[in-house]
């Protein structure tokens, strides 16, 4: 498969642990995205990181990039119960015409 | 606030009937894609235009399904016939450049064939 795969599948915390989440990847990228959809809605971009980047914040996100290992990882600090949603990583090729491969995605459930 | 919108968000209809959604793009934007979100598959993409002429389109059934985009604040998505396993969520997303920056969604189109 050429999409980003994200394990696990599914992850269930408390409400103030951290939530991590993990993205692997075949084939070489440009840049890796994370996105996040809630139950119903589509889905809304959290952070992009380059290939020549190896870890970018936003607020209580944190995502690093090993492209040797081809793998991804996210981050959600201090999780809240409003973090409840599924989490996708997506893989843009350089030679793909800018189209996203997504994987199917982390269902995470934060309980207060 | 600009935002991709799509119409119409639900969608029931019977086997044969022909379906078109529409969608939105966020103003300026000159890159729009069309998914198809389902429990089995996962998130797809059915085709992807930039500056309204289609660059890639290989994942969509080419016997039933067509995208066109007649001018830069309207793309649509039309099945005829639909068929029941063409039941699913579709997304639009919009974005910019040489679409290698974020996408953003639209709300989705909820399609239901009887």
């Known amino acids: 498969s050429q999409q980003g795969e994200e394990d696990p599948q599914a992850l269930s915390i408390q409400e103030g642990e951290n939530a991590t989440m993990n993205c692997s990847y075949k084939?070489?990228?440009?840049?890796l995205q994370w996105y996040r959809q809630n139950s119903g809605r589509g889905l809304v971009h959290l952070i992009l990181i380059r290939s020549n980047e190896r870890e970018k914040h936003s607020g209580r996100l944190r995502v690093t990039l090993d492209t040797s290992k081809k793998s991804s990882s996210l981050l959600i600090t201090a999780s809240r119960a409003a973090d409840t949603a599924s989490y996708f990583c997506?893989?843009?090729?350089?030679?793909?015409?800018?189209?996203?491969?997504f994987g199917r995605g982390t269902q995470l459930t934060v309980w207060p | 606030d600009a935002r991709v919108t799509q119409t119409p968000r639900h969608k029931v209809t019977e086997m044969g009937q022909e379906v078109t959604m529409r969608c939105q793009p966020i103003?300026?934007?000159?890159?729009v894609f069309w998914y198809r979100q389902t429990m089995m598959q996962g998130l797809e993409l059915l085709a992807y235009?930039?500056?309204?002429?289609?660059l890639d389109d290989s994942g969509m059934p080419k016997d039933r399904f067509s995208a066109e985009m007649p001018d830069a604040t309207l793309a649509t998505l039309k099945i005829q016939p639909s068929e029941p396993r063409d039941s699913a969520v579709y997304f639009c997303?919009?974005?910019w450049g040489q679409g290698m920056n974020e996408q953003f969604f639209g709300p989705g189109t909820r399609l239901t064939v009887l």
């Open positions: 997303a919009s974005g």
């Open positions: 235009f930039r500056n309204r002429a289609p």
């Open positions: 997506a893989r843009r090729r350089g030679s793909t015409l800018g189209r996203l491969y």
């Open positions: 084939t070489s990228i440009n840049n």
């Open positions: 103003l300026g934007h000159n890159t």
